[in-house]
Nanobody
Framework: QGQLQEPGGASVQPGGSLRLSCVVSDYTASRYCMAWFRQAPGKEREGLASIDQDGDTRYANSVKGRFTISEVSANHTLYLQMSSLRPDDTAMYYC??????????????????????????????WGQGTQVTVSS
């Protein structure tokens, strides 16, 4: 299987912006569904945003309007543009790739109809994670 690689994270002040990237080695096979997740210390993992093979994007309510998921096929890269960052955005951020069914289940999670544990089995590959710290 291909790999998902996330370059190192960063620290940013509250209100600032940051763009995360995730390089997907077997991009064509991976782009059926790609998504971003995060996990803060002592908290459960949280789904943030997803993009399917048609470019349809969906977001969790907690980041809607502040975060934007996108992809650049030529670069084999998935991005997460984050703005208006808050201290509670501090977490380890992960990219993931899965089957087309993964986008269906993660959308049910965003709608509050499915737990994350039941929404993520079809995401078969994960990046190693990158730390984002928001503090003054």
């Amino acid at each position: 299987q291909g790999q998902l690689q996330e370059p190192g994270g960063a620290s940013v002040q509250p209100g600032g912006s940051l763009r995360l990237s995730c390089v997907v080695s077997d991009y064509t096979a991976s782009r059926y569904c790609m998504a971003w997740f995060r996990q803060a210390p002592g908290k459960e993992r949280e789904g943030l945003a997803s993009i399917d093979q048609d470019g349809d994007t969906r977001y969790a309510n907690s980041v809607k309007g502040r975060f934007t998921i996108s992809e650049v096929s030529a670069n084999h890269t998935l991005y997460l543009q984050m703005s208006s960052l808050r201290p509670d955005d501090t977490a380890m951020y992960y990219c993931a790739a899965g089957t087309s069914g993964a986008c269906i289940t993660i959308q049910r999670y965003y709608a509050g109809r499915l737990d994350l544990e039941d929404a993520t089995p079809k995401f078969g590959r994960w990046g190693q994670g990158t730390q984002v710290t928001v503090s003054s």
